[in-house]
């Protein structure tokens, strides 16, 4: 880790466990990736899929990502903005898509903890405990006792976590839903842009602990898609698209898969 007043800097082979990073970054002090706490997977995909949870994506984090060419095996650095990191989004998705193998994430990290405490139900879950000003040891604990209540384990219950990203609608389409259903969750991108949880149009379209042949809904976070035992591929798809259409069919409004779907 490399260091300076403010920041440090922490490169991390892209083979190592993301979690492994942001348990060792509370542990040293380092902050920013708190709410990021027990996403599966390597630092490799946070570079590609820009994670995120809690209001923290990956791209807060990410300093530089190395990586090899793999026609030419040729080492590149790409600075943040070259990844045009967004919502789950990255270059790596599109136009890099097989041409580069990620060798490593530098992330950069704060040495003061600023916490982020302002999503989901960090919170109340904080205040049910009596925690007003959480040390970054207890906001990675709660972190991951919300998502034990709310996600299967892969290793129990098959699932790829959120299988649907959020849309983010104009203002207007929210407005015009929001006088619809009065108690509809939102999330305010900026003034003219709204996220709306597509867990929660899953649910009030029905879904919710509802499987379609083997594969189904979860039934504590709509979001989730789970394989209730021996579900194929086909059957996933199928699944996701019927839910596709009834969202689109009750909200006008379309949802795309967070996963990527070969
Ligand atoms: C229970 C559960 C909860 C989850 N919660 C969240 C969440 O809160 N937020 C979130 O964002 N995601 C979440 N996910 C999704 C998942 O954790 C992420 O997509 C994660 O990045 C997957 O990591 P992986 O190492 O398994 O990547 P893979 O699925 O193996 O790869 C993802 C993509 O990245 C590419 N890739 C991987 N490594 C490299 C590399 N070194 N170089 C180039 N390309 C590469 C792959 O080709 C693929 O296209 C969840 C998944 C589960 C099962």
């Known amino acids: 880790a490399l260091c300076n007043p403010d920041w440090v800097f922490l490169s991390c082979g892209s083979g190592e466990v993301f979690d492994d990073v942001v348990a060792y970054a509370v542990e040293h002090g380092y902050h920013g990736a708190e709410n990021l706490s027990i996403i599966p997977g390597e630092v490799g995909a946070s570079a590609v899929q820009n994670i995120g949870a809690y209001g923290v994506e990956a791209k807060d984090i990410i300093y ?8 030419t095996g040729r080492v590149v650095v790409f600075d943040n903005a070259d990844c045009e990191y967004s919502y789950r989004q990255s270059k790596f998705k599109h136009e890099w898509k097989d041409k580069y193998l990620v060798t490593h994430v530098i992330y950069r990290l704060q040495k003061t903890f600023r916490p982020d405490l302002d999503y989901g139900n960090i919170r109340s879950a904080l205040e049910a405990k009596h925690i007003a000003e959480p040390t970054a040891q207890q906001l990675r604990d709660v972190i991951i006792e919300i998502r034990e209540a709310k996600l299967p384990d892969p290793k129990v219950l098959g699932n790829a976590g959120s299988f649907f990203m959020n849309p983010i609608v104009e203002k207007a389409k929210y407005e015009e839903l929001a006088a619809l259903y009065p108690g509809m969750p939102h999330y305010t991108i900026d003034e003219s842009h709204e996220k709306i949880p597509a ?5 009030q379209c029905g879904w919710k602990g509802k499987s379609l042949g083997r594969a ?3 039934d504590k ?5 789970v394989n209730r035992g021996g579900a194929t591929g086909e059957e996933i798809v199928k699944l996701c698209e019927t839910i596709q259409e009834d969202v689109k ?3 006008g409004i379309e949802i795309h898969p967070e996963v990527n779907v070969k």
């Open 199 to 203: 867990g929660w149009m899953i649910d």
């Open 216 to 218: 189904g809904v979860h």
């Open 221 to 225: 976070q709509a979001l989730v898609l």
């Open 249 to 251: 069919q009750k909200f």
């Open 64 to 71: 530089k990502v190395e990586a090899v060419e793999i026609a």
